[in-house]
């Protein structure tokens, strides 16, 4: 081979290298800007609940997705404290990511009391189609003004009674029970209505007071009822399926306006895929829950559809008034939603 080819081919495997070394630098310029950080998600129920196994599936691809800069660290059962005191260390900084009940945010925003209103959608593929719509997205848009960003929905799912006084399979037996609901006005409202004692309570003190008679009974989807061993103290059930609560997943905006875009991709990503997940465990886990429950020896009623019609009936005028006050252009277009996506 002569000098000049020899020359040339020198040339272009330098060319070539220099190509590739920029190239790899390339890459490594192009490398996510993500710093090392711990995050802790705190979060009320149970570990071994279908969220709690999604808070952890969440926190292994926010691992992967960050080469494992971003470690998340969960702390279950209402360790960090209740959804409002989690919901307020997310505010002030101290916490930043949780998933609380839509019922705790209507006190920030009285437009998320709209999903403690009954009966409001008929099963979860409806719900699934007004949360991830416009209606949707609308209430967690109004959250950043609170200090709070909502990344989110998951699920918590449709509610069922307990109770450990009486059977309860038609309206009137609510009669005169000291029910424990969530903290707001809709809720207590609701069960006000239909002649309960209602008593609103955070989730973190309700097995005590199951246990201890403070309370007759409470409402929760089945999977919370198992998980967080209700059946112990609670030896009536009654599918009810009289509200659907979603869960939204929450960051502190406090912390997350001080991320790198990297750093806020890698969390929504992470939000996105553990939200499919959660919803399908949660769906699976909820229609397992009722066989465990009866095998507890916990006697099992239902509401029949007109016994549900009578309650819907009952609670028209309260539910009129609660229009008003949770705001009517959210209520409208949450229940119009629900219409459309039927
Ligand atoms: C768990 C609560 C719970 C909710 C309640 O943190 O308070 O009854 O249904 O799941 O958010």
Do not use: C
């Not at 839509?102 to 409806?126: H, Y």
């Not at 069922?160 to 609901?181: A, F, P, Q, Y």
């Amino acid at each position: 081979m002569d000098m000049k080819k020899r020359m040339s081919l020198k040339a272009s495997v330098l060319g070539l290298a220099a190509a590739m070394t920029m190239g790899l630098a390339g890459t490594s310029v192009m490398a996510k800007d993500i710093n090392s950080q711990i995050i802790r998600f705190g979060y009320g129920l149970a570990d071994s609940s279908p969220s709690g196994h999604a808070v952890r599936f969440f926190a292994e691809e926010v691992g992967k997705l960050s080469d494992g800069k971003m470690k998340v660290k969960t702390y279950g059962n209402g360790s960090l404290g209740s959804d409002e005191q989690m919901q307020n260390a997310l505010i002030g900084g101290s916490q930043e990511i949780t998933f609380v009940s839509t019922a705790p945010l209507a006190g920030l925003v009285k437009g998320f009391g709209v999903f403690d209103l009954p009966f409001l959608f008929d099963n979860e593929k409806v719900a699934d189609a007004v949360l991830d719509g416009p209606a949707g997205q609308k209430l967690l848009d109004t959250l950043p003004e609170k200090g709070l960003i909502g990344l989110l929905y998951w699920e918590n799912g449709f509610r069922n009674i307990t109770n450990s006084r009486h059977e309860i399979s038609k309206m009137e037996d609510i009669k005169g029970i000291k029910l424990r609901v969530m903290q707001n006005e809709v809720a207590l409202a609701v069960f006000n209505g239909l002649g309960a004692n209602a008593i609103p309570m955070p989730f973190t003190e309700l097995f005590t007071a199951l246990e201890t008679k403070t309370v007759d009974g409470q409402e929760n989807p089945l999977s919370t009822i198992k998980t967080s061993k209700f059946y112990e103290v609670q030896p009536y059930l009654t599918i009810s399926n009289h509200v659907y609560t979603p869960f939204v997943l929450l960051a502190s905006k406090r912390w997350w306006d001080g991320l790198t875009a990297d750093e806020q991709d890698v969390l929504k990503q992470a939000a996105k895929t553990s939200q499919a997940y959660q919803r399908k465990i949660s769906r699976e886990a909820d229609s397992n829950a009722l066989q465990y429950i009866k095998d507890q020896g916990v006697k099992v009623s239902k509401f029949s559809a007109e016994e549900k019609e009578k309650i819907r009936t009952t609670l028209e005028p309260i539910v009129a008034k609660l229009r008003t006050e949770i705001g009517p252009e959210t209520v409208d277009e949450v229940m119009q939603a629900a219409k459309n996506a039927q």
